[in-house]
């Protein structure tokens, strides 16, 4: 259904796709003492395992900032995840989030 983009709420992709680049943005108003950094690129990528039934999220973020970016790539990839849970949990309540 994901794939053929026939869930009544809507493209669950491109929505979990601007909900990460979002969610690593906003890292540190999620985060207590987390460090607002210059982020130069968010990439959000999902990849299929049809035997499965999974998706895998990744996410990827560059910085020329000092600090590291990883805490906003895994807020990226943690808000991708769970827009994808949402959107799909009414159509299979077997889903679940799992590294």
Do not use: W
């Not at 049809?50 to 970016?69: H, R």
Request: proline share 2%; glycine share 6%; with cysteine.
């Amino acid at each position: 259904l994901i794939l053929e983009n026939q869930l009544s709420k809507g493209d669950v992709l491109s929505v979990a796709r601007i909900a990460g680049i979002q969610g690593a943005k906003k890292t540190s108003d999620l985060i207590p003492l987390c460090h607002n950094i210059p982020i130069d690129k968010v990439e959000v990528l999902f990849s299929f395992d049809d035997e499965n039934s999974t998706i895998e999220v990744e996410c990827f973020a560059k910085t020329f900032g000092k600090t590291g970016i990883e805490m906003e790539a895994l807020t990226g990839c943690s808000i991708a995840s769970l827009t994808i849970y949402d959107m799909i949990k009414a159509v299979d309540k077997s889903a679940v989030i799992q590294e």
